[in-house]
Each structure stands twice: as C-alpha cells, then as structure tokens.
C-alpha cells in the first residue's frame, strides 16, 4: 500500500534545501528535493549537460520535455572554459541559461578513467589534461572550490571510483580514500547554498559497502550517492548492491545513483529506493540513430524504416513523435543532419522524463510493482529492432 507522509512536511532540511518522501509503496519513494533553484519531484532523471550543454538540446527545449535538474561535469569546466569563465557569469546557470537546479559531479569519474595517465596519492589524483597534456592535482578541496566556484546547488564529493572488477585489497583502498577525501570535502566547503553529497564507495563487495556507508553516515551528509556502480559488473550484482544501499541508507535523505540510464535498469532502482540518477546513454544513443522504443530499443539505420509513416512512439508525447514520422527521422540520420541527432535527443530524453514521471504517479496510487512488472516485461520483449 501506499504510505503517505505527513504532506508537506520535510523529512530532512538545512535551510537551503530539503527532501521530503512523500509516498512509499513498497521501497520505492515519491518525494520532493527543495533547492535555491526550485523544487524537483522525485524519482527524477538529469540530463547529462557535461560542458555545460545538454548535447543537441537546448535548455527552453529542456524544460519543455519535462527535466527539472541537469547534471555538468567539474573536469571538463574546470579546463574549457575554467571556472573563471562561468564564475564570471555569475553561476552555471547564468553562463549555459538554465535557471533550474544543478548538480556538478567532482570530476572523479574521469580523472580515474584515464588509466596509466594518473597517479593516485592520499591526498589526491595527478593526471594528464585530455586537453593539452599538461599535468595537474585533483584534491578534495580544489574539487570543492571549483564547484563552488561554478555555483551548482548539489556538489560531489571527490572520491575514489572503484569498479567491482578491481581486486579486493584496491577496493578497500578505494573506500578508505573516499572517506578521508570525503571529510576533507566537508571541512573545505564554505557555502551554505549548496549541498554536498557524500558517495558510497564499495564495489559489489558487501563487506566494503557497509564499511563504506557506516563511514560516511557517521559525516552526517545531507544527500548520499551511489558510486562505483555500471561499470562492468553483472546486472544481478548491482542491483544485490542497491537493494544492500537501501538496507543501509537513511530513509529521510536523497539517493543518487551515478550512471544508470537504461529505461529497465531505472525502473529497477526505483523500485529499490534510488530518488535520483543520471546518464549520457540517452543523447550518445541518439547520435548514433537508435531510439528508445515502447517495446525495446528502435536502429533507425535500418532499412524496415524507409517508408515507416508511424511517429517513433504512437504513445509518446514529444515534439518529434508529435510531427515527424520514422521514415523522416531515419532519412536525416543516414543523411547526417544534425536535426536527426536533435529530435531523437529530444525523443530518448522525453521517454526517461516521462518514464520517472509515470512511476511517481504509480508510486502514489500504490501501484508501484505493477507498473514496474508491465513496463519491464513489454519493453524487455522488444529487445534491440533492427
């Protein structure tokens, strides 16, 4: 059954920001995050805006398809264009025009996914720039200063991105780090208009989950991701790790799970309590010709398309399925107009928004694992169309 809260009473609050679940059915939760920059309802999904733009779509576009919270990244702000550049725009979202909600990640993914090129100490990452080769020193607090500098609301902590393919002694190592960077985090930060997330760290060793989720809850976070998930691990393994998050994490606190964008996949972690998650998967499929499909992903190279008068969803809401039809959609992209990239970003982005839209109403109506059950068993038959 559907359990409300008391309405409009936050479970959780700061001052600048609050969450408030607002109905449980089951472990999946319908509630509200507050922030300086409005409110958000959740389960939500952010778009992915890594340079300060939502690939192919603009931000008028963006609010229009129903997104409340984009996502930028702080390694690649921090070298094009730095963050003197946006700090002098006032905000993030003075310079890339979006007045809504922010989350910047610390940029840790990406340092540690540079390989052979980084150096990992105990008081930070050395790296090579992607852009120039010039070599530099990530910290917790340089993580912290750049995000404030480029004023999102939600900032990350600076962790240790630890896959569970990694041998358990480099887990453990991972997780130690995280911490102590995690605590470093928050004795940097200065403002009081952001909300620093710690990150659980872990792989899909339990062992190391609890250690680090005990870890970070004892630094009493407002918010709390899931890292180091998607990412190469087995299905069963991470989502045996998001039921064990849900074990572990605090009922009245947002949970973001890092990364995960597939429409079963997201499904799946609301159903186990995640409140907020993100991924490029929607815009990068859009790129390369393939939409996500009410029964299962659509290849609009293909050729079973070429008179294909249908919209790419008849149930779907967008300005694409509202005035184009699949034939239109595949000829721009076999032709490589940028249109066909731009309508199906619209498209894959609509059908995420939409999909956590449906579940929060679901979730309220206490109807939840049917829902979850209907969706995943029509879209999972429809595999990949050629």
């Not at 997104?67 to 990244?73: E, V």
């Not at 390989?115 to 340089?142: C, K, N, Q, W």
């Not at 990150?199 to 004892?218: K, N, P, T, Y």
């Not at 928004?353 to 038959?381: C, H, K, N, P, Q």
């Amino acid at each position: 059954m559907s359990v409300p809260m008391s309405d409009g009473a936050s479970l959780w609050s700061d001052g600048s920001f609050s969450f408030a679940v607002k109905h449980a059915d089951g472990r999946a939760r319908a509630g509200r995050l507050s922030t300086p920059h409005g409110d958000v309802e959740t389960p939500c999904f952010m778009p992915v805006g890594t340079k300060a733009t939502v690939k192919a779509v603009a931000p008028r576009d963006l609010a229009d398809l129903g997104a409340r919270i984009i996502l930028g990244n702080t390694y690649h702000l921090y070298f094009r264009p730095g963050v003197d550049v946006v700090a002098a725009h006032g905000s993030l979202h003075g310079f890339m025009g979006w007045d809504g909600p922010i989350l910047t990640d610390s940029g840790g993914f990406q340092v540690f996914s540079l390989g052979d090129t980084r150096l990992i100490h105990d008081d930070g990452v050395e790296f090579t720039s992607v852009y120039d080769g010039s070599r530099h020193l990530f910290t917790p607090a340089l993580a912290v200063e750049a995000q404030e500098r480029l004023g999102a609301d939600i900032i990350m902590c600076l962790d240790q991105c630890a896959p569970g393919t990694l041998p358990a002694p480099e887990v453990a190592l991972a997780v130690d780090r995280t911490t102590r960077w995690a605590a470093a985090c928050l004795q940097a930060k200065r403002r009081e208009d952001q909300l620093l997330v710690g990150i659980v760290q872990g792989g899909v060793d339990e062992h190391q989950r609890r250690r680090s989720a005990a870890d970070l809850l004892a630094l009493d976070f407002g918010a709390y991701a899931i890292g180091g998930l998607s990412m190469g691990e087995r299905g069963d393994e991470m989502l045996s790790t998001v039921d064990l998050m849900d074990e572990l994490l605090p009922r009245d606190r947002l949970r973001y799970f890092m990364g995960i964008g597939d429409p079963v996949g997201v499904v799946a972690v609301i159903g186990r309590g995640v409140d907020v998650f993100d991924c490029v998967l929607p815009t990068r499929l859009a790129r390369t010709g393939t939409a996500f499909g009410r029964e299962g992903r659509l290849n609009l190279r293909n050729a079973r398309f070429a008179t294909d008068r249908r919209p790419l969803d008849e149930t779907c809401d967008c300005y694409c399925c509202r005035h184009f039809s699949r034939a239109y959609v595949r000829h721009l992209v076999n032709q490589k107009e940028m249109l066909g990239a731009q309508l199906l970003s619209l498209h894959n982005l609509r059908v995420l928004v939409r999909l956590t839209e449906d579940a929060r109403a679901a979730i309220r109506a206490g109807r939840f694992e049917e829902f979850a059950g209907e969706f995943t068993m029509r879209y999972s038959a429809g595999g990949y169309r050629e």
